[in-house]
């Protein structure tokens, strides 16, 4: 479509002797000719980044008014809009599909200067109809087979990941899959949650290269598997992906909140499905643990990954009754919970612990007797310490009053 919409507009730009761009409906710009003269801001913004601020598109639409026609934009410098533009709809059966664009700068749009961007209006909105038929039935097509890559069956995966390679609907390389998942207010999705989801891989998608990434949503889950980038960098590029996404899906919902996870690389596409448990599991344990980030990949777990892959039942028969003891004393016993979790952090250096306690020496002794009476453990056995370490991340993963540092 790129192509044939950039030969409609450097061809009406030649016919009417000035510069011409072509838009969509939420004025990101698909074509556009040169520009000799002097380029405003949202001109440059446009080319730079394909899209337009938010109350620029305002500022479009209130000008155009619904008009099936010619229409003017008037200047606002306090926009960046410094030059006018002459816009004329691109519509197709009665759906406004973009814009063709014109600089009122470069003189006034007349007889044939208006017949040309008619035509070119009209000329477009079949390309760009055509296209949209088309992308739909590739996206039906790829959900298809994105549905078949999480099947149960080894044979259907391997296919599905196959026929996803051959028909090119991604590129051959190292996948990981990242999940957004939001708390639906009510435990109920709706219409509204689907088309947020929805939104936001759009939004994420759009930025990415051809072929980099595949995408569908469930219930309450925005789901990305994408070719993952090459270099040290790598997951840190993966995580900034994910953040992109959260504050998509954020900005489009009213949940009350949004997670994501991100599972670890896989070599084979029929494997994804291994990363994507990876990335529930690790929402999962970040609702609960709330010292971890909204966005975490599954490495970032640490201990959390292992115990999160016990049953809860055994978990909970796995506490120490000393640590529950301790646990039930409620916010008497908060300064002591931090005092035990940060003394294990710190390795036992009582040095370190008191540094990031902001709490001299004795003060610490004395909060750690304490805890020693309290539990019946001995901090100074390795045993005994790794026990209450665990039991600190135990109680964090089943729900148990932990105060947050």
């Known amino acids: 479509m790129t192509n044939s919409l950039q030969r409609i507009a450097e061809s009406l730009a030649e016919r009417l002797g000035r510069s011409a761009a072509i838009d969509d409906a939420r004025l990101r710009l698909l074509a556009h000719s040169s520009h000799q003269g002097k380029v405003d801001r949202v001109r440059a913004e446009s ?11 305002e500022h479009v639409y209130a000008c155009r008014d619904g008009a099936t026609g010619l229409f ?13 533009r002459i816009g004329h709809p691109i519509i197709h059966q009665g759906a406004l599909l973009g814009f063709v664009w014109l600089l009122t700068s470069e003189g006034p749009v007349e007889g044939e200067h208006h017949n040309a961007a008619r035509g070119a209006a009209s000329d477009a909105a ?35 990941a ?11 390389g190292s996948y990981a899959v990242l999940v957004a998942e939001i708390d639906l207010p009510g435990g109920h999705a709706t219409d509204g ?23 569908f949503e469930r219930r309450n889950q925005a789901i990305l598997i994408t070719a993952e980038p090459l270099g040290p960098s790598a997951r840190d ?27 670890r690389s896989r070599s084979d596409l029929a494997e994804v499905t291994s990363s994507y448990d990876e990335a529930l599991r690790t929402i999962r344990i970040c609702r609960r643990v709330r010292t971890l980030d909204p966005v975490t990949p599954v490495e970032r777990l640490g201990v959390y990954e292992l115990l999160g892959q016990v049953p809860e039942s055994t978990l909970r028969s796995m506490l120490h009754p000393g640590l529950r003891v301790l646990m039930e004393q409620g916010s ?22 008191s540094e990031r306690l902001f709490a001299h020496r004795t003060s610490l002794y004395y909060r ?31 729900d148990l009053e932990t105060p947050d540092r």
């Open 47 to 57: 080319v730079l980044r394909r899209a337009v601020p938010k109350v620029v598109a």
């Open 72 to 84: 003017f934009v008037t200047p606002r410098e306090d926009l960046g809009l410094d030059d006018g």
């Open 126 to 160: 079949l390309i760009m109809h055509r296209d949209y038929l088309q992308a739909g039935l590739d996206r039906d097509r790829e959900h298809a087979l994105i549905k078949q890559l999480f099947d149960d069956a080894d044979a259907q995966r391997s296919a599905a």
């Open 162 to 172: 196959a026929e996803i390679i051959e028909e090119r609907l991604f590129g051959a």
């Open 193 to 215: 949650h689907q088309l947020a989801l929805a939104s936001g891989l759009a939004a994420v998608r759009s930025r990415r290269a051809p072929q980099s990434v595949l995408t």
């Open 237 to 263: 590029e993966l995580i900034a992906l994910g953040g992109s996404l959260r504050d998509a899906v954020a900005a489009a919902s009213d949940a009350d909140e949004c997670w994501v996870g991100i599972g």
């Open 332 to 353: 008497r016993a908060d300064s002591l919970i931090q005092t035990l979790e940060t003394f294990l952090d710190s390795a036992g250096d009582v040095k370190t612990a």
């Open 368 to 398: 750690l007797r304490r805890i020693q009476e309290l539990t019946g453990l001995d901090l100074s056995n390795g045993d005994d310490r790794l026990i209450a370490h665990l039991g600190l991340k135990i109680a964090r993963l089943i």
